[in-house]
C-alpha cells in the first residue's frame, strides 16, 4: 500500500496551530469537512474521544493516530497533522504527539482501515521518519 496515494495535500495540516488535543482534533476535523463538502464535525468530534475510551490514541514515539467509525462517510478518509513541539494527547513521557494521522471510517471499512493503520504504524515505528514529517514545511514535502 502506497501511503502516498491514500495523503491528499489538502488534508495535511502543516503545522496545526494548537498543542491542545481537543482544539488539534477540531482543527484537523474542520479541514476535513470543508475538503469532504459535509458538516459532520459535531458528529466526528464526539465519536473520537467515544472511540478512544477503548485505549488510548498514541503509539509513542511523537505519534498519534485517532479515528472514528461513522456511517456518515462512505470511504476511509485520512487527515494529517504535525507540529514541530507536539500535541499533548495523553499524560506520560510519550503523551506528546508531533504527527497525528486522524482516520475516519465506515464501519463496514474496517479491513481497509486496519491495512491503512498498518502502513502508518510501519513508516513511524522509524524515528527518522518521524522527525521528517513533523518539521516539514510544507503538505506537498510531506
Known amino acids: 500500500?502506497?501511503?502516498?496515494?491514500?495523503?491528499?495535500?489538502?488534508?495535511?495540516?502543516?503545522?496545526?496551530?494548537?498543542?491542545?488535543?481537543?482544539?488539534?482534533?477540531?482543527?484537523?476535523?474542520?479541514?476535513?469537512?470543508?475538503?469532504?463538502?459535509?458538516?459532520?464535525e459535531n458528529d466526528l468530534m464526539a465519536a473520537v474521544p467515544a472511540r478512544e475510551k477503548f485505549g488510548a490514541f498514541t503509539m509513542g514515539h511523537g505519534v498519534a493516530f485517532p479515528h472514528a467509525r461513522t456511517e456518515r462517510v462512505g470511504r476511509v478518509w485520512v487527515v494529517l497533522g504535525t507540529h514541530p513541539k507536539g500535541i499533548e494527547f495523553s499524560a506520560g513521557p510519550d503523551g506528546a504527539a508531533r504527527v497525528v494521522v486522524l482516520f475516519v471510517i465506515p464501519k463496514a471499512h474496517s479491513a481497509t482501515y486496519l491495512q491503512t493503520l498498518a502502513a502508518f504504524s510501519s513508516l513511524f515505528k522509524n524515528p527518522n521518519h518521524v522527525e521528517e514529517v513533523a518539521t516539514a514545511g510544507s503538505a506537498e514535502e510531506i
Do not use: F, H, W, Y
Open 1 to 40: 500500500m502506497r501511503l502516498s496515494t491514500l495523503l491528499n495535500p489538502k488534508l495535511i495540516v502543516c503545522p496545526v496551530s494548537s498543542t491542545e488535543k481537543n482544539a488539534a482534533l477540531r482543527e484537523l476535523i474542520q479541514r476535513l469537512c470543508g475538503i469532504m463538502g459535509q458538516d459532520i
